[in-house]
């Protein structure tokens, strides 16, 4: 498929936030556009050549400036060191007009898009591998004291290889010694029951309910608790909790085993406290009954 004629990046001048343009250094005409990947109100995703690294990036272009949330994304994905699980943050340029640049790594596509395609077949194997991959990321991000908040499958990109990365960190949190942080956070399918009634301590637990959500979504290829409302959201979660959820997915999502299905009940507890932990989740029996290494 041919691409449109690449072009140098040449926005609308808008402005910087202030503590952005102090520490990154100025690059004019680094980047050339390739095509555009997504508007929004936010602004403009861009697939682009890095002319100096000599490599595809994504380049967000936010309309009014840096938004909070990206500010907090830069400031988070800086302080971490690299993991092949995390979406990496190439660069932050300010060129001479003032414009404020953000260059990601590009991955082509998403585990959203995965599910939708139904003509790509999930085995037990590969719903293994693709779970390990998330949970080495998960696992990573509490490790280093950040609680992600809105996972959910079109914030884990997939790249050629099927190499799985989580991204989007605009809602991401460093834990606290106060455990207190803004509530009803994250997308409301993914949404931890604690979270829905409005709780306001809580630890990164929430982001193994997540985990959970997404291992169920991967098996069944729908949404597990597809609520319009988060009173129904709750409604959904406590009528499938426990025994019935297992009945249900013993039915409907045959490739997860006994073990599997365990695990995903583990993920999935109502109360925080009893749910397991990415580590934990990786010690798993289903793991370690694969016939195959995952990697």
Known sequence: MSLIKPIPLDLAPKSPHETMASSHSHDQNRYQILNVVSRGSFGVVYRAWDMEAREIVAIKHELEGLSRSTLREIK??????????????????????????????????DLRRLIAARKVAF????LKIMMSQILKGVRFLHENGVMHRDLKPSNILVNKKDRLKICDFGLSRWENGSGSYSPGVGTKWYRAPELLIGKKNYTSAIDMWSVGCIMAELALRKV??????????LGYMHYFSGPTLRKMLSVSAPMLSEAGLDLLLSLLALDPNDRITANEALKHPWFQLSSVMIN
Not at 84 to 98: H, M
Not at 99 to 105: I, K, S, T
Not at 123 to 126: I, L, P
């Open 76 to 109: 988070i994905l800086e302080s971490l060191p690299h993991h092949r699980s995390i979406v990496e943050l190439k660069k932050v340029t300010v060129d001479k007009r003032g414009r404020v640049l953000v260059a990601m790594e590009f991955l082509p596509s």
């Open 123 to 126: 085995s037990a194997t590969k």
């Open 224 to 233: 597990l608790f597809p609520g319009k409302s988060e009173l129904e959201q």
